[in-house]
Structure formats: structure tokens, C-alpha cells
Nanobody, 113 residues
């Protein structure tokens, strides 16, 4: 069955960086586009970043453009989210998603001094 397992979250100071990973299994990873979403308490889930199956095209929410980078390693069945210049408003649970309604469990990112 499809499994998506995120890791790499934690507590970081404003201006800091984190790299999130999403390890996928149970499907042919290289044939699917992948996305990162985030959800903060009391807010709707929002799309943060998207990458096509071969990694040739990416897109970002306006709020993270220029600070976050999505990438993937199809040999390792893993998608990444490099987050730089983090702000308190980036605090949320970051969730990996694959088309067809498949979500990971999320990894918490807290940006605070």
C-alpha cells in the first residue's frame, strides 16, 4: 500500500533553515508528481510546493517563493523541501501528498525565538 513518511521537522529560530524529507513506498515513485502542503492550527491546509514526476518543473505558493525549494531523488523514492529564511508564520505541520488522496502523517515545524 501507499505510504508517505515525513521527517526533518523541529524547532528553529527565525531566519533558520530546515530540510524536510518524505520517504515514499508502495508505488512507482518516479511516475508521480508530488506535493508538500502545510496546515497551521485553525487554518486551512495550503499547498506549499509541487514537483513533477521527473523533477523538471516546480511551483510554489507565493508566501514561500524564493525561500523554499522542492526537489526529489527518484532513486531513493524521496521528495525534499529545503526551507530557508524561516519565519514564525511558517509554523505548521508539513504534509507530503501524492495524487489520489494519499497523505503522510505530517512533520511539525515550529519557528520561534
Amino acid at each position: 500500500q501507499v505510504q508517505l513518511v515525513e521527517s526533518g521537522g523541529g524547532l528553529v529560530q527565525p531566519g533558520g533553515s530546515l530540510r524536510l524529507s518524505c520517504a515514499a513506498s508502495g508505488f512507482t515513485f518516479s511516475t508521480y508528481s508530488m506535493s508538500w502542503y502545510r496546515q497551521a492550527p485553525g487554518k486551512e491546509r495550503e499547498l506549499v510546493a509541487f514537483i513533477t514526476s521527473a523533477g523538471g518543473s516546480t511551483s510554489y505558493a507565493q508566501s514561500v517563493k524564493g525561500r523554499f525549494t522542492i526537489s526529489r531523488d527518484n532513486a531513493k523514492n524521496t521528495v525534499y523541501l529545503q526551507m530557508n529564511s524561516l519565519k514564525p508564520e511558517d509554523t505548521a505541520s508539513y504534509i507530503c501528498y501524492r495524487n489520489g488522496g494519499y497523505w503522510g502523517q505530517g512533520t511539525q515545524v515550529t519557528v520561534s525565538s
